[in-house]
């Protein structure tokens, strides 16, 4: 005949229900079911958590307002969390997410339009010519996917006298200032 293990939990133990509970000690999260630790984690590992909460939930150890109270998270987060259990298992948590692709500026766009660029066209220009919206690029350009071409700097030149305007001499300058 088995024996029953009474739960006895360490000082400082929160309890999740009746036979599990979890300690924090400095950054890590251990989880006691009796009086063993059966799960530890770091407490910034928020897939380590969601993983954890999960398998608890889809293994009858605890319901999902029992973690839910415990850890004082919303019920949706629980439901999302389980459902991505059930589907993918524990590698879900830790997968990479799906992103999309560059839908307009594919490799082949971007050289046609950092050529423009390089030929001195102007990005609402190219916009135009290439159907494209001219934000687009400028958040391309921004993002460092284009570049455009530096300007050439020449010295800065000095103001012309306006013609028929009397040069004023100093004393004039003078009488003007506040």
């Given at each position: 005949m088995?024996q029953l293990?009474?739960?006895?939990?360490?000082?400082?133990?929160?309890?999740?229900?009746?036979?599990?509970?979890?300690?924090?000690?400095d950054?890590?999260v251990?989880?006691?079911?009796?009086?063993?630790?059966?799960f530890?984690?770091?407490?910034?590992?928020?897939?380590?958590?969601?993983?954890?909460?999960?398998q608890?939930?889809v293994n009858?150890?605890?319901?999902?307002?029992?973690?839910?109270?415990?850890?004082?998270?919303?019920?949706?987060?629980?439901?999302?969390s389980v459902?991505?259990?059930?589907?993918?298992?524990?590698?879900?948590?830790?997968?990479?997410?799906?992103?999309r692709?560059?839908?307009?500026?594919?490799?082949?766009?971007?050289?046609k339009?950092q050529?423009?660029?390089?030929?001195?066209?102007?990005?609402?220009?190219?916009?135009?010519e290439?159907?494209l919206?001219?934000?687009?690029?400028?958040?391309?350009?921004q993002?460092?996917?284009?570049?455009?071409p530096?300007?050439?700097?020449?010295?800065?030149?000095?103001?012309?006298?306006?013609?028929?305007?009397?040069k004023?001499t100093?004393a004039?300058?003078?009488?003007?200032?506040?």
């Amino acid at each position: 005949m088995p024996q029953l293990q009474l739960p006895i939990f360490p000082p400082g133990t929160t309890l999740i229900n009746q036979n599990i509970g979890f300690i924090r000690e400095d950054n890590t999260v251990t989880y006691i079911h009796g009086s063993l630790p059966v799960f530890r984690h770091d407490v910034a590992d928020l897939k380590a958590f969601r993983m954890f909460s999960s398998q608890l939930y889809v293994n009858g150890s605890a319901t999902q307002a029992e973690i839910c109270r415990a850890f004082g998270i919303s019920k949706i987060g629980m439901i999302r969390s389980v459902k991505l259990y059930r589907e993918k298992g524990m590698a879900g948590f830790f997968a990479e997410p799906n992103r999309r692709g560059p839908a307009v500026l594919t490799a082949p766009v971007l050289d046609k339009i950092q050529g423009l660029l390089d030929e001195g066209w102007t990005i609402p220009g190219i916009a135009k010519e290439l159907s494209l919206k001219a934000d687009t690029l400028r958040k391309a350009v921004q993002a460092g996917k284009l570049h455009k071409p530096q300007k050439k700097r020449t010295r800065p030149r000095r103001p012309q006298p306006r013609p028929g305007a009397v040069k004023a001499t100093g004393a004039e300058k003078m009488r003007r200032l506040p």
